[in-house]
């Protein structure tokens, strides 16, 4: 048996790579190809590595994990992680149905995102959630004036943008000045002082989040320093805050990145938090790769291979719709062929592999050593985070089969659509 450090819950045995006990070809052969599958074990290990410097050895709590769903908001992952204890940090009315289907609780989940609706704001005090993630003054007046249209109060929190860089891809990079997301740093005093005259709203925290796939610890530092800096401000204003939320973002390694294991990183936050008299605040982590990520790889099948002049290309069954990141991030997920035993240097080719969608940008691998024919299953790793949620309907292509693996238990988690599904709710014109 090999494993790779990273990818708990999947390893090769008998020359053949598995999801826990399962061999990922029985899963092709009876689920069918592009399937997602997941590791019950991975999903469980990942959220406890946070659970371990959340709990002190004397068993007094000191933060608490809220999962950035939009990673991944398969129900069955959420009632997985609702089990075990987490928040949820959503983005849209859409995820807290989810999280109250999944049996979450609406008192443990904080609502992120840059442009929450009325509608949305509404759901969300009438669930009764734990916080507003606001990061604009027309967002808070909104928020104040339907709050008081309900007779509630709403517990609000102010993201701020701490003008540090993640060092990470520009599209996911969000505490820079530049980016949409927070409110500026020196607009941040003055923006809870507008809301502690907001008779509907009552500040309980404050928060930020600076990116994703971050890889160092430092960026988190600088930020966090920012943020302590601004609760003391707030102090001397008679502003308390009660909770800091970090955020998410902290990367996983897709081939060579060696990102902090999930524990150290959680301890060095939370001790240096404390280190600076910070311990009396409640923390919350928002992480959504991190939890998913490695917990989750793509199935698919070899329909073609092509040899060209300049390249080669291996035409598979899955394609962009279904894992979008190598198209809209230039992402690199290691491909992997499912069976081992034809594998051999000598009779290895270099292949991009695509998928069968009309678009040039429809890659998911460039570059890859393969022995490979048609027929085979590959596994594209890592592709738990980011991966089903951003999947679309692109080229009426019903998105993959989803299946959890438990030991030696394989579960659907969601069917593969069906065609008709996928055009049911358009309508012809009348005559
Ligand atoms: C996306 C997001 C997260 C999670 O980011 P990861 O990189 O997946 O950990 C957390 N908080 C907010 C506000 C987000 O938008």
């Not at 020196?186 to 509907?200: G, L």
């Not at 081939?255 to 409640?282: Q, V």
Request: hydrophobic share 40%; charged share 20%.
């Amino acid at each position: 048996m090999s494993q790779i450090p990273h990818l708990n819950g999947f390893s090769i045995k008998n020359n053949e790579w598995h999801a826990e006990n399962v061999p990922l070809s029985a899963i092709a052969e009876q689920y069918g190809t592009p399937a997602y599958v997941y590791s019950k074990k991975a999903l469980t290990d990942a959220f406890n590595a946070y659970e371990k410097a959340c709990i002190k050895p004397n068993g007094q709590r000191r933060a608490q994990v809220h999962y950035a769903m939009k990673a991944n908001s398969n129900l069955a992952i959420l009632n997985v992680f609702a089990k075990l204890g987490a928040g949820f940090d959503i983005v849209s009315a859409g995820e807290l149905a989810r999280v109250l289907a999944a049996g979450g609780s609406a008192k443990k989940v904080v609502f992120s995102g840059v442009g929450k609706s009325k509608s949305e704001m509404i759901a969300a005090l009438k669930a009764g959630v734990k916080c507003f993630n606001l990061e604009s003054i027309p967002e808070l007046s909104r928020l104040n004036e339907v709050a008081a249209s309900l007779g509630m109060k709403a517990p609000i929190s102010l993201r701020v943008n701490p003008d540090v860089d993640p060092k990470t891809h520009p599209y996911i990079s969000t505490g820079l000045k530049g980016n949409k997301f927070g409110i500026a740093y020196d607009e941040v005093i003055k923006t809870y002082q507008a809301a502690a005259q907001m008779s509907h709203c009552e500040i309980v925290g404050i928060d930020c989040h600076i990116g994703s796939q971050i890889t160092e610890i430092s960026p988190y530092l600088d930020a966090l320093d920012r943020v302590l800096d601004l609760i003391k401000a707030l102090a001397d204003q008679g502003i308390q805050i009660h909770h800091l939320d970090i955020g998410g973002g902290l990367g996983i390694s897709y081939t060579s990145e060696t990102p902090p294991a999930i524990t150290e990183f959680a301890n060095t936050l939370l001790d240096h938090i404390e280190a600076k008299g910070f311990g009396h605040l409640e923390v919350l982590f928002e992480p959504g790769r991190s939890l998913v990520g490695n917990a989750g790889l793509l199935l698919t099948t070899i329909e073609y291979l092509k040899p060209g002049e300049t390249k080669n290309f291996c035409i598979v069954d899955a394609a962009m719709n279904d894992l979008m990141r190598p198209a809209m991030y230039d992402a690199y997920h290691a491909i992997v062929p499912v069976k081992l035993s034809n594998q051999s240097k000598a009779n290895s080719v270099s292949y991009d592999i695509v998928g069968p969608i009309c678009e040039s940008g429809d890659w998911l691998g460039k570059d890859r050593e393969l022995a490979v024919q048609p027929g085979d299953y590959l596994a594209i790793l890592s592709a738990g985070a980011y991966g089903f949620t951003m999947s679309s309907n692109y080229n009426t292509r019903g998105r993959a089969a989803e299946v959890m693996v438990d030991g030696d238990q394989v579960h659907i988690i969601r069917e593969r659509e069906t065609i008709e599904s996928l055009f049911a709710n358009e309508k012809l014109l009348p005559n």
